[in-house]
C-alpha cells in the first residue's frame, strides 16, 4: 500500500506480528524470574553450607547485574540532558560525586547513624522500585498510599533478617564501621520484629487499597512469599545479597533496557541481550566502582569472600543516596518509563 506522496505506509498484519515476536522474544518468563530465583536460592542454601555460600551473591553482584544496574546512572544523566555535551554532562555529575563523598564522611565521623539511615533510604529505594514494576505503578507512586506501600515493601527486606538473627544482619556493617552491635540481641531482636509486624500490617492494608490487577496481585504476592521465606529461612547476608540480585537489581534493569530512551534493545531482542548491552554500557561505572571495591575489602578484617562482600555493601552505602537522586529526577522526566 503506497501513499498519495508515494511513501510505503506499513502493512498492519505485519506490525501486529513484529509486535507479536517482540512479546514473545520478551518472554512470558521474565516477571517471573526474582521469585523462581528466590527459591532456586532457597533450595541451595537448604541442601549446601548457607555460611559458607552468604558472601558470594554480593561478589556476583560486582560484575553482573548489581553493580552494573547502578553504574548505569552515567547513561541515565546523560539522558536527563539531552542536548548536552559529553564534557558538560561530566561537569553536571558534580553533585552526584559530592553526595558521594559526604555519605563517606559522615559514614567516618558518625557509622551509626549514617547505617540506620542508609536502613531507611534502602527501604525506600527498595520498595519504589518494587511498586514500580507493577501495571501504573510510577502513578501510584505518586500516592500516598503507592507510597505507604512501597516503604512497607522495602522494610520487610531489612526488617526480616534483624528480627531473626540481629548480630548476622549487623555483621557486615560491623566489618565496614567497626562498631559491634549496640542493643543487646534480644533487645535488636524485639525492636526488629515489631517493626516487621507493623511493615506487614501496613503493606497487607495499603496493598488492598491499591487493588492493582489480578494477575500483577498474585505475581506481587507470590513474589514477596518467596522473598520472605528467603529472607527468614536463610543468613541474613545470603538472603539479602541474593534479593538485592536476583529481585531489585534483576528488575530495575529489566526496566532500564525497557526504557526507549536508553535503547538497549532493538526489535526483536531479548530481554536478556538487552541485558548484554546493559552491562556493556555500565563499564565506565563499573570498572572504577569495582576497583574501589577491592581496594576497600584489603583494608578489612575478615575472610577475603566476607570482606569483599562487606566493602560491596559499604559502596552501596555511599552511593545509595545519589543513585535514588537520579532514579527519582529521571522517573519525574519519564526517561526510565518502559
Not at 560484575?63 to 548505569?72: C, L, Q, R, T
Request: glycine fraction near 6%.
Amino acid at each position: 500500500m503506497t501513499t498519495l506522496q508515494g511513501v510505503t505506509s506499513p502493512n498492519p498484519i505485519a506490525l501486529a506480528s513484529s509486535k507479536g515476536a517482540n512479546r514473545t522474544s520478551d518472554g512470558a518468563l521474565v516477571p517471573y524470574i526474582p521469585t523462581l530465583a528466590c527459591a532456586l536460592a532457597l533450595t541451595i542454601a537448604t541442601i549446601a553450607d548457607a555460611e559458607a555460600l552468604a558472601p558470594w551473591p554480593w561478589i556476583i553482584a560486582l560484575v553482573f547485574i548489581g553493580m552494573p544496574h547502578g553504574a548505569m546512572d552515567w547513561q541515565v544523566h546523560r539522558r536527563t540532558m539531552p542536548f548536552a555535551t559529553t564534557r558538560q554532562c561530566i561537569v553536571a555529575l558534580r553533585p552526584y560525586i559530592l553526595w558521594m563523598f559526604a555519605s563517606l564522611i559522615l559514614l567516618v565521623v558518625a557509622p551509626v547513624l549514617t547505617c540506620l539511615a542508609f536502613f531507611v533510604l534502602t527501604a525506600v529505594h527498595f520498595g519504589r522500585a518494587d511498586i514500580r514494576d507493577l501495571p501504573g505503578g510510577s502513578d501510584l507512586l505518586d500516592r500516598p498510599v503507592g507510597q505507604a506501600l512501597a516503604w512497607s515493601r522495602g522494610a520487610l527486606v531489612l526488617a526480616i533478617p534483624f528480627s531473626v538473627d540481629p548480630v548476622g544482619a549487623w555483621q557486615p556493617f560491623a566489618i565496614v564501621t567497626g562498631v559491634e552491635l549496640l542493643l543487646p540481641p534480644s533487645i535488636a531482636e524485639a525492636f526488629a520484629t515489631s517493626v516487621l509486624t507493623v511493615t506487614a500490617l501496613s503493606m497487607a492494608v495499603t496493598f488492598a487499597l491499591t487493588r492493582p490487577r489480578a494477575t500483577s496481585s498474585r505475581r506481587f504476592l507470590i513474589e514477596t512469599a518467596a522473598a520472605c521465606a528467603l529472607l527468614s529461612l536463610t543468613p541474613p547476608l545470603f538472603a539479602v545479597g541474593c534479593y538485592f540480585l536476583f529481585v531489585h537489581a534483576f528488575k530495575h534493569s529489566t526496566r532500564l533496557v525497557r526504557s526507549p530512551s536508553l535503547r538497549l534493545k532493538d526489535e526483536g531482542e531479548t530481554v536478556l541481550q538487552g541485558l548484554a548491552r546493559l552491562h556493556k554500557a555500565a563499564t565506565p561505572f563499573t570498572v572504577p566502582a569495582v576497583i574501589c571495591v577491592l581496594a576497600w575489602a584489603t583494608l578489612l578484617v575478615a575472610p577475603w569472600a566476607v570482606a569483599i562482600a562487606s566493602a560491596s555493601i559499604g559502596f552501596y552505602i555511599i552511593s545509595t543516596l545519589p543513585h535514588e537522586l537520579l532514579d527519582h529526577r529521571a522517573g519525574r522526566l519519564e526517561i526510565l518509563r518502559a
